[in-house]
């Protein structure tokens, strides 16, 4: 069974593949209303200390799989 996450939750995990500083620390997803959105954050410093920057957009397209590539 598939895990469905419930309206006005999310997840963030390290983000392993982050190609430039600007890319994102900690990626993951985020049901709001009933429409899953991606959910991006920054481990950011400032005056009173260490932070979270975060950012909701829509979901990514979905890329596809090595076996669905005709080469």
Known sequence: MAYTPK???GS????????N???PDYTGSIMIDGSEKRL???L???KK????SLQI???MPRQKRDEDMPF
Do not use: C, H, I, M
């Open 7 to 9: 309206d006005n939750t």
């Open 12 to 19: 963030l995990f390290r983000n392993e593949q982050k190609k």
């Open 21 to 23: 500083e600007k890319s």
């Open 40 to 42: 991006s954050a920054w």
């Open 44 to 46: 950011k410093e400032g």
């Open 49 to 52: 200390g260490k932070y979270l």
């Open 57 to 59: 957009s829509d979901p």
